[in-house]
């Protein structure tokens, strides 16, 4: 069945540094979503891309959707304290309903 | 205020009793479904209805049952809980399935269930 690979499993960063977070899929995904989760609370949507290659901005995060729609990353730049969260990316492929969760990315930021 | 509510948000039941977690969306939703969360596995999808009467298995639907009745509630039922099901489980909703770029998916807040 269709696997989502993220990595890494834990990131460490002060406060100001980038980070960024990859998933990568073992089938071309039809659509990928960004969720980020704070200790103790729900996950939250941040972003679905569908489009081959495309590139979108949410303030100081950027998200890209690879041209084989295989891999997707998310990037933060200066990192901030309120960054800190576990994000979770999620594919599907094909006209499957079911999404694929990756294992997700912890980001523990030091002030 | 557009949200998902789940009740009871805690639960410690005990082998073989039955149960039910309560799941509303104010948001005229029609996609609901509902998630476990395990450490080291992430999140997976148990079942999931596109409307009304329109229910289907996730990825891991053994032991659950569901029921969508009306459109903004979706419980989700454990006819006999086992310890293998203690988890922390999320239910979501989004105005179709079809996961447009200017759709977003709501997360209920969560139900912790522990089952002895």
């Known amino acids: 069945g269709q696997q989502v690979m993220q990595i890494p499993q834990y990131q460490h960063v002060q406060e100001g540094e980038d980070f960024t977070t990859y998933c990568n899929s073992s089938?071309?995904?039809?659509?990928i979503q960004w969720y980020k989760q704070r200790p103790g609370g729900h996950p939250v949507f941040l972003i679905q891309?569908?489009?081959?290659?495309e590139v979108k901005k949410q303030k100081r995060l950027t998200f890209q959707f690879g041209e084989a729609k295989k891999n997707s990353s998310l990037h933060i730049t200066a990192t901030q304290t309120t960054d800190v969260g576990t994000y979770f990316c999620?594919?599907?492929?094909?006209?499957?309903?079911?999404?694929?969760f990756g294992r997700g990315t912890s980001l523990i930021v030091h002030p | 205020e557009a949200q998902v509510t789940q009740n009871p948000r805690y639960l410690i039941t005990v082998t073989g009793k039955k149960l039910t977690v309560t799941c509303s969306q104010n948001?005229?939703?029609?996609?609901m479904s509902w998630y476990r969360q395990d450490p080291g596995l992430g999140l997976r999808q148990i079942y999931y209805?596109?409307?009304?009467?329109?229910?289907d298995k996730g990825d891991v639907p053994e032991g659950y049952k569901v029921s969508r009745k009306e459109k903004r509630n979706f419980p989700l039922i454990l006819e006999s809980p086992s310890p293998n099901q203690t988890s922390l489980y999320f239910c979501?909703?989004?105005?179709?399935?079809?996961?447009?770029?200017?759709?977003?998916?709501?997360f209920g807040p969560g139900t912790r269930l522990t089952v002895l």
């Open positions: 979501a909703s989004s105005l179709s399935d079809r996961f447009s770029s200017t759709d977003t998916q709501y």
């Open positions: 089938t071309t995904l039809s659509n």
């Open positions: 891309l569908v489009k081959s290659g």
């Open positions: 999620a594919g599907r492929s094909g006209g499957s309903y079911i999404p694929t």
């Open positions: 948001m005229n939703h029609e996609y």
């Open positions: 209805s596109m409307n009304v009467e329109v229910t």
